[in-house]
Nanobody, 124 residues
Framework: QVQLVESGGGLVQAGGSLRLSCAASGRTFSNVAMGWFRQPPGKEREFVATISWSGGNTYYADSVKGRFTISRDNAKNTMYLQMNSLKPEDTAVYYC?????????????????WGQGTQVTVSS
């Protein structure tokens, strides 16, 4: 059974940091791009960051550029999201996803597998 499992969410004060992990099982995702999305309370799911199959290319939403860093370790079948300088508006459920393409993509329709999500809450 293919699974993506997020971890590392929690409650943090504004200006703080968190590191999210996404562990994959059931198959390898080393040959496809992966991404992070988030869904703030009462809003639609939105793109956060994506990384190519090799890790050589990354792309970020403007709202997180310079504060968040996406990375992956294909040997561990795991992806990460380092989140620094967190703001209250970063509060959301964060989802990891695996794409159907090798290349970076911000389009939700290009992602085939999704995790269950992890809550990130940033207090002011």
């Amino acid at each position: 059974q293919v699974q993506l499992v997020e971890s590392g969410g929690g409650l943090v004060q504004a200006g703080g940091s968190l590191r999210l992990s996404c562990a994959a099982s059931g198959r390898t995702f080393s040959n496809v791009a992966m991404g992070w999305f988030r869904q703030p309370p009462g809003k639609e799911r939105e793109f956060v960051a994506t990384i190519s199959w090799s890790g050589g290319n990354t792309y970020y939403a403007d709202s997180v550029k310079g504060r968040f860093t996406i990375s992956r370790d294909n040997a561990k079948n795991t992806m990460y999201l380092q989140m620094n300088s967190l703001k209250p508006e970063d509060t959301a459920v964060y989802y990891c996803a695996a794409a159907s393409t090798r290349f970076v993509t911000r389009e939700i329709r290009n992602y085939d597998y999704w995790g269950q999500g992890t809550q990130v809450t940033v207090s002011s």
